[in-house]
Every structure is written in structure tokens, then in C-alpha cells.
């Protein structure tokens, strides 16, 4: 497993070091969308409502609708918010473990210690196992604070995110208002049912039917010869990324990462020349981003166009 985050737990003057990993994993077989009559990648295009122009994964910004205006959010509005910054898990109270609302309860992490000695993290653990009490805390991740549940699975802590208090939904039935009644005799058949059915829970008895058909389904199409070329069919990836076409989302992520690095590596570059100057450096540095724009402007001639209905043609 690969750690997602390092921080640590606090709660009083106790710190817990830990790094955190994610606790399930998706099991479905990855399919994509392909043309029926030969296979080919069917990919999705970001378009931008006013000028119909395809748009850089790199060149989007986020933005809220408010009363008919839209408020951009751009990459730094929202690197200025602080939540980001700390890395600890505050501990806020420890309640008892069955009032914790399984409702409640969303994506699960691991922790492991991450100092030279793990007494903290026993501490913890084990306070918590005699106790019968979960931690409930605060952290950030992704750029977002969560409330979780700190509980304990066997030897480990685990972090489950819990859904805020207005993200769960009121069950308001009105069929469930009505007095209903319930015969002893009718009370007792469904206990007995219940009785037949009961067992101790293994969740390793269960698999997943329809993943398993699925696959069973591929093979069967790889043996029969019922494949396509890959390499003809999706196309080359680089090339379309070279070539500015339209990527999936895992692609654009990849490449994002790049593009950043790769800006970085150049303001880096420009700070190092500008300082390198005779004092003019304050006087260049605004010409240079004010420039940028203007290069960018002749992306979308018409001329550009026409030869995107070409290709479509």
C-alpha cells in the first residue's frame, strides 16, 4: 500500500504521528466506451459554452452559480484557504462507540505509527478498545475538512469520514405515520423465519456475481478471437496528447501533474535570470505576464476552425 497523506494525531499534549492509507479498493472490472461497429475509444471533450473550443484539463477553473452571475474560483482562490495547510487530526471528544450512526459513515483509512516507537499508537488503540469509545476529529484532506471516527479494526486505528449532519437525508414517509397493527402470532412467524436465516457473519463467503460473470465473459471473447487491435482502436496516447485532442480524465490528471512541474521548473528559471539583472528585473517582470495572454489570443483563429470541421468531416 502506498501512504496518502502524513500527519498526526492530537488530542491534550499527546502526539500521535501516523501515516494514512486508504482502506478499500474498487474490485470492478475498468471498461471504457467504444464505437460498436469497430471498437475505436470514444473520448470526452471539455467544450467551452461560449467559443465551442475544446479547453486544457490545466486551463479550468472552478466555479459557483449565485443568482445569476458565476463566480470563478481559480486555482490559487483556492490554495489561499487555509484548511489545507494542517496536517493533524484533532481529536475533538471521544463518545461512545454505538452512538456513532452507521448512516453516517463513508470512505475508511488506515493509520500506521510513523516515529521510532509506536507507544503512542498502542496507547491510543488500546484506550480506546477498553474504554469502548470512539475518537471523533477533525482533519483536512484534499483540500476539504472532514469530521471522521477514529475506531480500532484488530491491531489497527482506523479513520472512517462520517457525512456531515446536513448531508443525510430526513426519512419523512407518511405511510410510516400510519398505526399499524402487528398480531402476536404474525410477530412470532417472523421471528422463527428470522431464526432459520440466522448465521454468524463471514464476509469472505460473499463474492461479487457479477464481476465474476463479467470476467468470465472477456476471457470467453479473448479465446474466441473477438478482440481488436488496441494499438488501432484507442489510438496512441502521447500523440494525443501532443496533439492537444481530447484525453480521459486519468490522462489529463498525468498530464496536469507535468504541466505544473514544468511551469514551476521555468518560474524558477525566470526568478534565477531575473535576479541575474542590473535592477530592471521590477520593471520586466509585469511586462512578461502581461505578454502571456497575447500569445495565447491566436489559439482560436478561424482559420483554426475550419480545419477542426475538416478532420470532423
Known amino acids: 500500500m502506498r501512504s496518502i497523506w502524513k500527519g498526526a494525531l492530537t488530542f491534550g499534549l499527546v502526539n500521535v504521528p501516523v501515516k494514512v492509507y486508504s482502506a478499500t479498493e474498487d474490485h470492478d472490472v475498468p471498461l471504457h466506451q467504444v ?26 477553473d472552478r466555479a459557483y452559480v449565485d443568482d445569476g452571475q ?9 490554495a489561499s484557504l487555509p484548511a489545507e495547510k494542517s496536517r493533524e487530526i484533532d481529536v475533538v471528544e471521544f463518545v461512545p462507540s454505538d452512538q456513532v450512526d452507521l448512516l453516517t459513515l463513508d470512505k475508511a ?28 476529529v477533525r482533519f483536512t484532506l484534499r483540500q476539504k475538512t472532514r469530521l471522521a471516527a477514529l475506531r480500532v479494526r484488530g491491531d489497527v486505528l482506523v479513520l472512517q469520514t462520517l457525512l456531515w449532519a446536513d448531508e443525510v437525508r430526513e426519512a419523512a ?25 440466522s448465521s454468524d457473519f463471514d464476509p469472505e463467503e460473499f463474492v461479487d456475481e457479477y464481476q465474476k460473470e463479467l470476467r468470465t465473459l472477456i476471457d470467453a471473447k479473448i479465446e474466441a478471437g473477438e478482440g481488436f487491435d488496441a494499438a488501432s482502436t484507442f489510438g496512441d496516447e502521447r500523440e494525443a496528447e501532443k496533439g492537444g485532442e481530447v484525453i480521459d ?57 475550419a480545419s477542426t470541421r475538416k478532420k470532423a468531416g
Open 35 to 60: 464505437h460498436h461497429e469497430d471498437g475505436g475509444r470514444i473520448r470526452y471533450q471539455r467544450i467551452c459554452e461560449i467559443d465551442g473550443e475544446p479547453v486544457e484539463y490545466a486551463d479550468i
Open 70 to 78: 458565476t463566480i470563478v474560483l481559480t486555482k490559487d482562490d483556492l
Open 109 to 136: 483509512y488506515y493509520l500506521e505509527p510513523d516515529s521510532k516507537s509506536p507507544k503512542a499508537y498502542v496507547l491510543l488503540r488500546k484506550t480506546l478498545e477498553q474504554t469502548d469509545r470512539t475518537a471523533i
Open 249 to 305: 480524465l486519468m490522462e489529463a490528471l498525468r498530464a496536469s501533474v507535468e504541466r505544473t512541474k514544468a511551469a514551476r521548473k521555468g518560474s524558477a528559471a525566470a526568478d534565477a535570470e531575473d535576479t541575474a539583472d542590473d535592477g530592471d528585473a521590477d520593471e520586466e517582470k509585469p511586462t512578461r505576464k502581461k505578454a502571456a495572454p497575447k500569445k495565447a489570443a491566436p489559439k482560436k483563429p478561424a482559420a483554426k476552425k
Open 173 to 197: 414517509f407518511p405511510a410510516l405515520d400510519e398505526d399499524v397493527k402487528i398480531s402476536t402470532k404474525e410477530l412470532e412467524m417472523s421471528a422463527a423465519l428470522v431464526e432459520s436465516y
